[in-house]
């Protein structure tokens, strides 16, 4: 079985700064696409930031130039550095990843738990 695990989230003040990370554990034989989104209050889930196999990379406007979002192959883990935080940045945050666990299996979307990131002084 395979398991996101997200860590990082927490209480900053506006203007400050977050790491999120995004850990696959499991039998994953290969990951087409990461990505990161988050879900205010009320609000429906948005794309915050992709990351493509090859090292494209896909941004929400909002975010643009304040986020970034990386991954290291070796552990299996994905990052979004978050800066410059605004108070309409607080949501809880989800990693996905599009992957397959098999050489021969079919690639599958999984999703970690969310991790609350709240920005207020």
């Known amino acids: 079985q395979v398991q996101l695990v997200t860590s990082g989230g927490g209480l900053v003040q506006p203007g400050g700064s977050l790491r999120l990370a995004c850990a696959a554990f499991g039998s994953i034989s290969s990951i087409r696409v990461v990505g990161w989104y988050r879900q205010a209050p009320g609000k429906q889930r948005e794309l915050v930031a992709t990351?493509?196999?090859?090292?494209?990379?896909n941004y929400a406007d909002s975010v643009k130039g304040r986020f970034t979002i990386s991954n290291d192959n070796t552990q299996n883990t994905v990052y979004l550095q978050m800066n410059s935080l605004k108070p309409e940045d607080t949501a809880v945050y989800y990693c996905?990843?599009?992957?397959?666990?098999?050489?021969?299996?079919?690639?599958?979307?999984?999703w970690g738990q969310g991790t609350q990131v709240t920005v207020s002084s």
């Open positions: 996905n990843a599009d992957l397959k666990k098999h050489t021969y299996s079919a690639y599958e979307v999984y």
């Open positions: 990351l493509f196999t090859g090292g494209y990379t």
